[in-house]
Structure formats: structure tokens, C-alpha cells
């Protein structure tokens, strides 16, 4: 039997602009590290975007 390769789910993550809410930067990250990163941005009130990352997206 052979075990099919499933592709990590990765996402990319935008940080917000404070003031008018437009993407500042931008990383695509795998699902663990998701949770890391939202902790950290609400300690520091920082505005995220997150969504699924593109297949080609690095």
C-alpha cells in the first residue's frame, strides 16, 4: 500500500498598516507557527491578515 504525500498547509501572513489597515509585509509560514505568530501580535495590539497561501508562494 502506498501512503499518499500530503503538502503541509502553509499560510501567509500579512501584517496591517496601523492606520489605514493596507499590508505592510508579508510571510507564508506552516500551520504550527500560526498560532506563535497571532499570540505575539496581540500582545502588541498589531493588525494581521492571514490566509491560505498559494501553492507557489514561499
Known sequence: MTRRRE?????????LDDVDGT???S???????????????????QRLWIRPADSTAS
Not at 7 to 15: D, G, L, N
Not at 27 to 35: L, M, Y
Open 7 to 15: 503538502k503541509p498547509v502553509r499560510f501567509e501572513i500579512m501584517r
Open 23 to 25: 499590508p505592510v509585509d
Open 27 to 45: 510571510t507564508v509560514v506552516d500551520a504550527a507557527s500560526v498560532n506563535r505568530i497571532v499570540q505575539d501580535a496581540a500582545a502588541i495590539g
